[in-house]
């Protein structure tokens, strides 16, 4: 079974510029996660959805959006790019029903913003 | 105070050497735990998974959770100069995963 992909693998933006990363999970999974991973601040959560629905959502501003799609895949959005948003972004997928069951992540986006 | 504690480390320690890895964490509620391994510039993989108190096996790693005093712990056993990476704990409730930040373990061949 595949695991989780996401695209693109590197970006560099420039400040205040816009961002889309896409996230396909495994084949099956329905829920779709995506964290920030910074050295200081380490992984901390942006946001799940399931079956299209963002089901929690973490402590970020309303910069960062995502949605999902009908077949599970998911997207994540950042507006107004500032330089501290320069991260590797990961999604990680689960089969689902409750939220904190074993989650599987991608190989991650490494955002850099300049 | 963050919700899951861990050691960042680096903690070296010499090929052979059983590694004892520990994270503390302060919510009650607390359901999953989970233990990642990451290489650098790689996602985290899933090392062991466990919702109860005790002791998990899977061929060289031990996951061991002891709730009442909040206290969750990984053991690798004949430690491997590919292991040297960072550990993540993890645990998971309702609302999603709260990662420690991580302990960089380095084997020494």
């Known amino acids: 079974k595949a695991g989780v992909t996401q695209t693109p693998r590197y970006l560099i933006k420039t400040r205040g510029q816009q961002v889309t990363l896409s996230c396909s999970p495994i084949?099956?999974?329905?829920?779709v996660s995506w964290y920030q991973q910074t050295p200081g601040q380490g992984l901390q959560f942006l946001f799940e959805?399931?079956?299209?629905?963002?089901?929690n959502k973490g402590n970020f501003p309303g910069r960062f959006s995502g949605r999902q799609f009908s077949n599970s895949r998911s997207e994540m959005n950042v507006s107004t790019l500032e330089l501290g948003d320069s991260a590797l972004y990961l999604c990680?997928?689960?089969?689902?029903?409750?939220?904190?069951?074993?989650?599987?992540f991608g190989p991650g986006t490494r955002l850099t913003v300049t | 105070q963050k919700e899951v504690e861990q050691d960042p480390g680096p903690l070296s320690v010499p090929e052979g050497a059983i590694v004892s890895l520990n994270c503390t964490y302060s919510?009650?509620?607390?359901?999953?735990f989970m233990w990642y391994r990451q290489y650098s510039r790689k996602g985290p993989e899933l090392l062991m998974y466990?919702?109860?108190?005790g002791n998990k096996e899977d061929g060289r790693f031990t996951a061991q959770v002891d709730k009442s005093s909040k206290y969750i712990s990984l053991f690798i056993r004949d430690s491997q100069p590919s292991d040297s990476a960072t550990y993540l704990c993890?645990?998971?409730?309702?609302?999603?995963?709260?990662f420690g930040k991580g302990t960089h373990l380095i084997i020494q061949p």
């Open positions: 466990t919702y109860s108190s």
């Open positions: 959805y399931f079956s299209e629905t963002q089901r």
């Open positions: 084949s099956g999974h329905r829920s």
């Open positions: 990680a997928s689960s089969s689902g029903g409750g939220s904190g069951g074993e989650q599987y």
């Open positions: 919510n009650s509620a607390f359901q999953y």
């Open positions: 993890a645990r998971g409730g309702a609302d999603g995963l709260t």
